[in-house]
């Protein structure tokens, strides 16, 4: 497939220009096409991995409807299904990684992905899967929403110690963007789980990796009141006021890490894309619902 898009675009364009009679009408077409394609402007493109979860609470599809409630047009490539309710989470089918792989690679190949957000995985093929992948495309931002493994029977065969080691080892020190909420991170720093460390501090353990920036949410940074707080490897940090969701916590930091991988792909740096990330998912984590006898969901739908 990348041979047959490098002959299309090694096309002469000044040889059309100057003559077109010289080649077939579906061969005007495609230049027209082309052309077009050039001078007609689109939505930045963020690429999400992640589960499907059918109740729309969290990662796939509803990432794909907060990035375009932001502006941008979500690629979206599945790693596995789950079946779910508002309630929680009873099964969790994973996809092959060599299919999402070919998936991946045929988006990529294909359209100027801006930035790329990473979702929750469940095991060790996908990972190093997908550490590949951030390797050949070291020039588009990652950002890596951070989670603990399922207790769930068909993750039983998989050491979740291993898969988050694994996750650590080979994806975390190609991030650009990690989003965790606090007491996973010092739940994992507890456990030995992040064995590199050679400090008390997690969030510094996460910069040995190699992450430049750790936005950490559910941070109490005074009395009675929690928020979300970025650590820089280098530079100046930053803390805001986040309201205590009425959702999972998983659903709000998905929320917030959709914001940054969408503002991300429009071009923006990092510490202004996470800034303004926090400032639009601190006002859409008002809109929430209640349509089951589970949790309350994040609304997205346009309010009239």
């Known amino acids: 497939m990348g041979e ?5 675009a090694s096309i002469r364009m000044d040889a059309i220009v100057l003559n077109p009679g010289i ?13 077009d394609a050039v001078q007609t402007p689109y939505p930045p493109l963020p690429l999400i991995f992640g589960p499907f979860d059918p109740s729309g609470a969290s990662n796939l599809p509803i990432d794909a409807v907060i990035c375009a409630e932001l502006g941008a047009h979500a690629l979206c490539v599945i790693t596995a299904i789950h079946v779910q309710d508002s309630a929680g989470l009873e099964s969790i089918q994973r ?7 070919d998936q991946a690679r045929c988006l990529l ?3 100027p ?3 790329i957000k990473v979702g929750p995985l469940y095991d060790l093929e996908t990972i190093s899967m997908l550490a590949q992948i951030a390797a050949d495309y070291t020039e588009i931002p990652l950002v890596l929403h951070l989670s603990a493994p399922p207790d769930i029977g068909d993750l039983e065969e998989l050491d979740a110690e291993e ?19 606090r007491s996973l991170l010092d739940r994992w720093h507890g456990a030995g789980t992040l064995t590199t460390s050679n400090t008390d501090d997690p969030v510094q353990a996460l910069h040995e990796y190699g992450v430049p920036y750790v936005l950490c949410s559910n941070v109490a940074i005074s009395s009675g009141m929690n928020g979300v707080v970025l ?3 280098s530079g100046p940090g930053a803390r805001w006021n986040w309201p205590i969701p009425q959702v999972r916590i998983s659903d709000s930091d998905g929320m917030l890490a ?11 740096v990092i510490p202004e894309a996470i800034r303004h990330a926090v400032i639009q998912a601190t006002s859409m984590l008002k809109h929430h619902f209640h349509p089951g006898m589970g949790q309350r969901m994040l609304l997205h739908t346009r309010q009239s």
């Open 231 to 233: 650590y820089a490897k």
């Open 109 to 111: 190949e294909d359209m």
């Open 113 to 115: 992905v801006g930035a």
């Open 163 to 181: 898969t988050v080691s694994a996750l650590l080892e080979l994806l975390l020190p190609q991030a650009d963007v990690v989003i965790v909420e």
């Open 4 to 8: 047959a898009r490098c002959s299309v």
């Open 23 to 35: 080649f077939r009408a579906d061969t005007r077409e495609l230049y027209a096409a082309m052309v």
């Open 95 to 101: 996809v092959n990684a060599e299919l999402i792989d």
């Open 258 to 268: 959709d914001a940054v991988v969408t503002l991300l792909a429009q071009g923006q």
